[in-house]
């Protein structure tokens, strides 16, 4: 196949609409050949006005994509080309999961996530209302939680697809307004052709009802007084603080002028709401316990897609391998650290993300079960310039505790490393399946993560190791009893 631009060879087709297609590239012309995301636009119109008119204005829409790529939660524009009479984009390629499919089969966030997932989303919105910018397509499926430190990332950018609809233009026009969205997220002036910053909080309004219901907005109820989507009109399905109801109910008006003005302001409203609450409200899970992640459907078993989840180990049961005894010697946990050390480092996180560092560390203390974990969790809500920085200071914090996450063991007198085999690239892979049966698309990244920080475990340690990110304890032990038959 012809390479584009002489650069990019088109690997496979990733999806399309009225607006072009959507296609998975490499890089040819660098050492790596790595992934990239080329998007075809192409005109409608072939007549010579036409084309000016789309030229020039994909033009300046490239230059905006390649200002707002400068945030880290927005894909990076490498490249913009005319080939054919049809016009390219070219952008980083993000590694991980929509959350649509998150949010798929009705699985409903606790509140603690919930404002995580706010927060995520209105800070880089933020960024992009300054840069007057509006995004016009806010949805799950245009949401990708990133594999590397599951920050949301936000795609497909209206102002993009404003390139594809300029077919209809005439050669003196200059800009087109046309009504770019998806139904159920898309508020009623945008509709009308009149999108807004406020258009915006309105989707991420949405979005978060979504995700904290577990309904498509297409199925939300309205109050059945003034027809408003409201917190109130969900009932019992959705049981939350009064202040995060405030914010969201204004988040969805259905007049603009009674929304937040942009994401700047909603994300004010938000920080001062986690500020006067003091500590995280956290749900109840399916069995009493509280957590910050996304209830599944079966009482027993939750998938993690927020960083791990928590887990109470009962004792190993090897009634298969009579002849081996393990002991798992005793850990420090987050909850050993004492109550100093506890509010220093919620302090230190707070100095570089503002209130919502106490959101964000009260759950890491419930999803964790390392210090070392606990470590990295944090540090990932850091923005990049100061990680290196913030881990220098946490370590300083932690140093009188033990940063190990992987269980000693006793084998009769030998050492675990020579009491099993080692581990080989199909016992990784079938951990990865094993674990994703319970946690769904993160696997990979805990076995790999796990194997990254410790190089020589043997394929027991392993086995441990990534039973801790199971939460349920019939769940661990059924992962347990179903590699330890492999070794």
Do not use: W
């Amino acid at each position: 196949m012809e390479l584009l631009a002489g650069h990019y060879q088109i690997v496979n087709h990733l999806g399309g609409g009225g607006f072009g297609q959507t296609f998975l590239a490499r890089d040819h012309h660098l050492p790596s050949r790595p992934l990239c995301v080329v998007k075809q636009l192409k005109p409608r119109a072939t007549d010579s006005g036409s084309l000016e008119v789309a030229k020039r204005l994909f033009d300046r829409e490239a230059e905006t994509l390649y200002q707002l790529g400068h945030h880290d939660q927005i894909p990076r524009l490498l490249a913009h080309f005319e080939q054919n009479q049809e016009f390219y984009l070219v952008q980083e390629y993000i590694p991980g999961e929509t959350l649509s499919k998150e949010l798929a089969s009705n699985r409903q966030v606790s509140e603690a996530i919930a404002l995580i997932l706010l927060q995520d989303l209105l800070q880089v919105l933020a960024f992009v209302h300054q840069r007057q910018v509006i995004h016009r397509d806010i949805k799950p499926a245009n949401l990708i939680r990133r594999n590397k430190d599951h920050r949301m990332v936000l795609i497909d950018f209206g102002a993009v697809k404003l390139v594809s609809t300029q077919d209809t233009a005439f050669a003196g026009e200059t800009s087109v307004t046309v009504a770019i969205g998806s139904p159920g997220y898309m508020p009623c002036e945008q509709q009308a052709f009149h999108p807004r910053y406020s258009s915006d909080v309105y989707a991420v309004g949405m979005v978060a009802l979504q995700a904290l219901s577990g309904l498509h907005p297409k199925s939300f109820p309205a109050d059945a007084g003034s027809g408003e989507y409201c917190c109130a009109a969900f009932g019992d399905r959705l049981s939350i603080h009064p202040g995060l109801a405030t914010i969201l109910d204004r988040m969805v008006r259905y007049d603009h002028r009674q929304r937040y003005e942009n994401a700047t302001v909603a994300l004010q409203a938000l920080q001062a709401h986690v500020q006067s609450i003091g500590q995280p409200l956290l749900s109840p899970s399916a069995d009493g316990n509280t957590n910050g992640a996304i209830a599944s459907d079966s009482p027993t078993e939750e998938t993690a897609t927020f960083g791990t989840l928590p887990v109470t180990q009962p004792p190993l049961s090897l009634a298969t391998q009579p002849p081996k005894t393990f002991t798992p010697a005793p850990l420090p946990t987050p909850q050993d650290l004492s109550d100093t050390v506890k509010k220093s480092l919620e302090q230190l996180l707070a100095e570089l993300i503002g209130p919502i560092a106490t959101v964000i560390f009260q759950a890491a203390l419930t999803q964790v079960s390392t210090l070392e974990d606990l470590l990295e969790t944090l540090v990932e809500r850091v923005p990049l310039p100061r990680r290196t920085q913030f881990r220098k200071q946490a370590e300083l914090l932690l140093q009188n505790f033990d940063n190990s996450s992987i269980p000693t063991f006793v084998n009769s007198g030998a050492t675990a490393a020579t009491a099993t085999p080692a581990v080989t690239a199909d016992f990784v892979k079938r951990c990865e399946q094993e674990l994703a049966k319970s946690v769904g698309p993160i696997a990979p990244v805990l076995v790999q993560r796990t194997l990254t920080r410790h190089p020589h475990l043997s394929s027991t340690q392993l086995i441990e190791s990534l039973s801790q990110h199971l939460r349920d304890p019939k769940t661990a032990e059924s992962f347990r009893q179903s590699l330890l038959a492999l070794i």
